[in-house]
């Protein structure tokens, strides 16, 4: 069963709009399912500017020696998970709703769903998260806060990533198939971002100085691959675009 037109708003219509003019298809008005799960995604990441002012104003603060250790981390956590955890809790609700009028399909494979998330993107997750606990527990001068606040990361990036990897599919044709796969890739990129717990590392050198080679060797280093595989993540991301369908009408 069709999404009823008049069931979605301008300001959804206008999001899907521009997330599929951003992947190569061009519509004057989307199809109502794709205004609603497309907009939803559009709407929710456009305040992202005042979370990166935020997020500048967070650094510095987990930088200044006054401030207790502990704090330093669990702040920097709570903050760098909260934001984007809202944004994807209306992504979901959105979803919830376009499910209730077409009925979802069966889930997709978890090798389906991976490729669909992208291997790059998987590499970037275990590498920051794998990473992080090796330096944590081999190198940290805080070990407590900092394990606690890779916790708090991990907790966050699984609870998108479990979704993005295990929701069943809502799509009414061939068109809405592909964007399903596709927001399943913009989901964890947009939701659950591994890159920011790279920063947990200095946050720890920060709490010490001079630093020793045995200790900003390792952070260095780990720093460099994660951003390695960060950026083969951003070129997958790229390379992605969606099939000739019905996306919506086309005046002319």
């Not at 935020?54 to 702040?75: H, M």
């Not at 050198?205 to 994660?226: D, E, I, Q």
Request: net charge positive; aromatic share 12%.
């Amino acid at each position: 069963m069709a999404v009823e037109a008049a069931w979605t708003t301008l300001a959804e219509r206008q999001g899907a709009r521009a997330w599929l003019a951003r992947r190569g298809v061009e519509v004057d008005e989307p199809t109502p399912l794709l205004a609603v799960r497309a907009g939803a995604r559009e709407l929710a990441t456009r305040s992202y500017p005042a979370y990166n002012v935020l997020s500048s104003l967070l650094w510095a603060f987990a930088l200044i020696p006054a401030v207790p250790v502990l704090a330093r981390f669990l702040v920097f956590a709570v903050v760098c998970t909260a934001f984007p955890l809202l944004q994807w809790r209306r992504v979901h609700q959105a979803d919830r709703a376009a499910a209730r009028l077409v009925p979802p399909g069966a889930r997709p494979s978890v090798r389906e769903a991976a490729g669909q998330v992208g291997w790059w993107y998987l590499a970037a997750v275990a590498t920051t998260f794998g990473g992080g606990v090796v330096l944590c527990a081999v190198f940290a001068a805080n070990p407590v806060g900092w394990a606690a606040a890779l916790a708090i990361g991990a907790a966050s990036v699984a609870l998108v990533l479990g979704r993005a990897l295990r929701a069943p599919v809502i799509a009414e044709d061939g068109a809405s198939l592909a964007v399903d796969a596709a927001l399943r890739a913009y989901d964890a990129r947009a939701f659950a971002v591994p890159f920011l717990f790279t920063f947990l590392g200095w946050i720890d050198l920060s709490t010490s100085w001079p630093w020793p080679p045995a200790r900003w060797v390792p952070a260095a280093g780990y720093f460099a691959l994660v951003v390695a595989v960060h950026v083969g993540a951003a070129k997958e991301a790229r390379r992605e675009s969606l099939p000739p369908g019905h996306y919506g009408t086309v005046t002319s």
